[in-house]
Structure formats: C-alpha cells, structure tokens
C-alpha cells in the first residue's frame, strides 16, 4: 500500500507513533498499571495491605507518568528512563516483588528501552551531500 492510498490519520498516527519512544512508554505505563492492579485486587482477598499496597499504588502512578513523559517530550526519555529502572528495583522489594515480578519484567524492559531510543535522522539528499 503505497503513502497516498492511507487514510490521513493514519500516516499521522505513524508518524507521531515512531517520533518517540513509544514502546519503551506503553510498557511503562502497563507495568505500572500491573502494580495498581495487583495490589487492588489484593483488597478482596486481603482485609490488610499494608506497606506493601500503598508502595505499589504510588510506585504504579510514577511508572504511568514515567510512560506518559516519554510520550509527551521525548527529550525526557533519559530522566524518566533512569528513574524507571531505579523504581523498577525498588519495586521488587516494596511492592510485592514488583507486581508478582510480571510488573517488574514490564517495567524494567520498558525503561531499557527509554534510555536506548535515539530519534530518526532526517533523509538526507543529494544536493545536501554534494
């Protein structure tokens, strides 16, 4: 399927998609939803969370907002890469072994990949060369 035949939204959708880290944030933001569902799922089976449940409540929303910053300024992509895989291995022992390890595996991977995305340089012509 050539350019011209995509519909308009979805040549923009792919352009915005590969502008960015995009797999690195989506895997962010599904480890950190992993936690906050593993420790509120907790809840119905356990009358007490403890530590352990509030430790992944506020480890899952910084992981979400790590993803979304990754998202939204990719020239962030190192702070908040850094900050994942610090609070990935913080994770393991605060947050019931990060998520059951299933958050942290997500998370760690999704950091890794934030701090290796380098942008796409521009095709560059002939005329520039020459």
Same mark, same amino acid.
């Given at each position: 399927?050539?350019?011209?035949? #995509? =519909? %308009? $939204?979805?040549?923009?959708?792919?352009? $915005? !998609?590969?502008? #960015?880290?995009?797999?690195?944030?989506? *895997?962010?933001?599904?480890?950190? *939803?992993?936690?906050?569902? /593993?420790?509120?799922?907790? &809840?119905?089976?356990? !009358?007490? +969370?403890?530590?352990?449940?509030?430790?992944? $409540?506020?480890?899952?929303?910084?992981?979400?907002?790590?993803?979304?910053? +990754?998202? #939204?300024? =990719?020239?962030? #992509?190192?702070?908040?890469? /850094?900050?994942?895989? /610090?609070?990935?291995?913080?994770?393991? /022992?605060?947050?019931? &072994?990060?998520?059951?390890?299933?958050?942290?595996? &997500?998370?760690?991977?999704?950091?890794? &990949?934030?701090?290796? $995305?380098? =942008?796409?340089?521009?095709?560059?012509? !002939?005329?520039? %060369?020459?």
């Amino acid at each position: 399927m050539t350019t011209a035949m #995509r =519909p %308009e $939204w979805r040549s923009g959708w792919r352009g $915005w !998609r590969r502008g #960015r880290p995009f797999a690195a944030g989506l *895997l962010l933001g599904l480890g950190g *939803l992993e936690l906050i569902c /593993v420790s509120w799922v907790g &809840l119905g089976f356990l !009358r007490f +969370t403890g530590t352990a449940g509030a430790a992944s $409540w506020g480890l899952g929303a910084l992981f979400v907002v790590a993803g979304v910053t +990754t998202w #939204r300024n =990719p020239a962030l #992509r190192y702070f908040s890469g /850094v900050l994942a895989a /610090v609070l990935s291995l913080v994770s393991l /022992v605060a947050a019931n &072994l990060g998520g059951l390890l299933l958050g942290f595996l &997500l998370t760690a991977v999704g950091s890794a &990949l934030a701090l290796a $995305w380098v =942008p796409q340089q521009a095709p560059s012509t !002939r005329e520039e %060369e020459a």
